[in-house]
């Protein structure tokens, strides 16, 4: 309190921590509008010495699949945000309801979910063997719908600050608990549906691992694991450059730009968005730290 | 006959009628709750009973349920084979050391960022620090790839070569691993839990500093006396979680750091990447079950014995 000023120590300490955080980017991003022939020679750099955006140029000639993966992703992310929300926060609202009979069995149930798994295999094959959901959106969007956590945390959100009364007194107006949840308790509860929106867009929009798992159709690659093939397997690399090839009177293919390029176009969103989102996201980490 | 009705239900069956009746009233919330709960014994409860999986020689002719039981032969199996001590030194060494450095980092970077008395340069350093927690771990196993690519990456290149030290294969040489992702996990997840950290430092009382300031108390005095102390709940909850995690490494990092290399197991295998390829890549449904069920398992018993252990202490930070 008595001194306004941050000590400059810290101010240095602080600027170096976010260089670091931030530098890696700026390393993908000078790759991705490299010189090809400069980067051969050199390597990557921080600073390339010769600059060129044939490597957009490629992406855009052959947007095709990247816009598909695009779709996939927005399509997939969209869809799970929105049912996830509604699921969650259902299960959530039923879980606050102190008369509610079922309420202890219901809250032992989640817990369970929270401490023991079945494993890799046995998931695998509740969605291949059992659903045949494989190599389907469905696949990409059932395993992200619900997590015992989210639903413990829009459970103490609505216990701590929608007052029993409210309920109520709507009820005691008529209203049924369908009306309740949805003219009552939802438009109340905007901050935590924006905070657990934001974790399930993040979880959705990065998600790489059910297609990993699930996904051999290459219509249906998301975005992230489009670029997990490209990013591991060389030969993905070559068929998508090759494609553009043709087209494009550029006599050495610059791969390795190329592969940066599809990196920044997949960051590209996220940065532009993130400094809107940045606020919800802390505000989130907040609430996820109280325990319920 | 309808008086006979009426004689033979009023006693006998009153008892459960009520309780259905009961239960009746509050359909409305059953029927919310019911997509939660089918989602979740899809996703959690029905591969729970899959482990019986890891005591079955499973294969696909014979269906899951008519594949034969072989006992603890998976697990045999396993432990033969020396890979089960391998990944679980690798996935404990990892988690302990992430969990340690990643503690002690965040709380130094949560007070530091605290003492940031200016509102615009402190939402800024809170953005940078927590911006690499919200790109996936795709993105990350590019960037690496930008730094330790053999021919071109910017470590031999940039840092390497001028030092006149030869070009190392980072994919291939299994001794730089432990630092690599070490400094990978921290430099993803550091941010997070500091601004989780940072939260509970500003939700302290300022009377505690204002009573500190006239008992004549320095800011590192007010650090060491106040903040931490009152942040110790919330560091044992994350610490609680991170333990209750530790037989459960992070594939995405294991996987797109290393970019899958197989040349580099001996320090980059654990146990969710080789679950992950005896099921997916070699088809090893035994060995993906074992390890798999001893993951739970282990996971299962420290979280429950980790709570039971802080209850002892403090009823108030167990998780439940």
Known sequence: MNQKRTNPIIVIVLTLFSLACLIPFWLVFMISVADENWVTAHGYSFWPGKFSLVAYQYLIEDAEKI???????????????????????????????????????LSFYILITMLFS???????????????VQDTLVALIIPGLIGGFNVIIMRTFFTNSIPPSLIDSSQIDGAGEFRTYFSIILPLSLPVMATIGLFTTVSYWNDWFTSLVFIQNEKLFSLQYLLTKTLMNASFLQTIANKAYSSTAQVTTPLESIRMAMAMIAIGPLVLVFPFLQKYFVRGLTVGAVKG | MASEKAFITQPGISQPNTKWRHLWKYRALIVLAMPGILLMLINNYLPMFGIFL??????????????????????????ASNDAWLIIKNTLLYNIS???????????????LNEVKNKFASKFFQSTVILPNFISMVIVGYIVYGFLNPELGFANKFILEPFG???????????????????????????????????????IDSEYYEAAVIDGASRWKQMTKITIPLIAPIIIIMTLLAIGRIFNADFGLFYQATMASGMIKETTEVIDTYVYSALMVTGDTGLASSAGLLQSVVGFTLVVTVNLIVRKFSRENALF
């Open chain 2, 54 to 79: 890891a005591f079955k020689d499973l294969n696909y002719t014979d269906g899951i349920w008519d594949s034969k039981w072989i006992g603890l032969d998976n697990f045999k199996f396993l432990f």
């Open chain 1, 67 to 105: 816009l598909r993966a695009y779709g996939v992703s927005a399509l997939v992310t969209v869809i799970g945000v929105v049912v996830s929300l509604f699921v969650t926060s259902a299960m959530a609202y039923a879980l606050s309801r102190k008369e509610f009979p079922l309420r202890g069995a």
């Open chain 1, 118 to 132: 079945g494993g890799l295999l046995p998931w695998y094959l509740v969605y291949t063997r059992f659903l045949h």
């Open chain 2, 165 to 203: 030290i030869d070009p190392k294969n980072w994919y291939a040489e299994a001794q730089h691993w432990p630092y690599i992702l070490t400094i990978v996990n921290t430099w993803k997840n550091v941010g997070y839990a500091a601004v989780v950290y940072l939260a509970a430092i500003v939700g």
């Open chain 2, 98 to 112: 992430f969990l340690l450095i990643n503690t002690i980092l965040a709380v130094m970077l949560a007070l530091l």
